[in-house]
């Protein structure tokens, strides 16, 4: 659930997570 996490609060960070 990276993307909702990224979505949620990181964005950027987070998108270079869900993609990982």
């Known amino acids: 659930m ?3 996490v990224g979505i949620n609060g990181f964005g950027r960070i987070g998108r ?3 993609r990982a």
Do not use: D, E, P, T
Request: glycine share 0%; charged share 15%; no cysteine.
């Open 2 to 4: 990276a993307v909702k």
């Open 16 to 18: 270079l997570v869900a």
